[in-house]
């Protein structure tokens, strides 16, 4: 299972809870998490907002899911 799943599951949201998150298409959304399609840069930045992981982690850049410290949002 990769990881976009994985942390999916354990928030317990579903596809559709996705597409609200972060405005991807649902179908789109199975596309990436089944590894059909790469995600963008944009979608990935937008993915890990939602499932509060770094970019780098949802990329498999690091084993570490916990975020980087963001900057407040005004």
């Not at 993915?47 to 498999?60: E, F, N, P, R």
């Amino acid at each position: 299972m990769n990881r976009l799943k994985q942390l999916r599951r354990a928030k317990g949201y579903t596809q559709i809870k996705m597409q609200m998150l972060t405005g991807i298409d649902q179908s789109d959304y199975s596309k990436l998490e089944n590894e059909i399609r790469y995600m963008t840069f944009e979608q990935c930045k937008r993915l890990a907002v939602a499932l509060d992981t770094s970019m780098d982690y949802l990329a498999g850049l690091t084993d570490e899911p916990r975020p980087y410290p963001r900057k407040p949002s005004y």
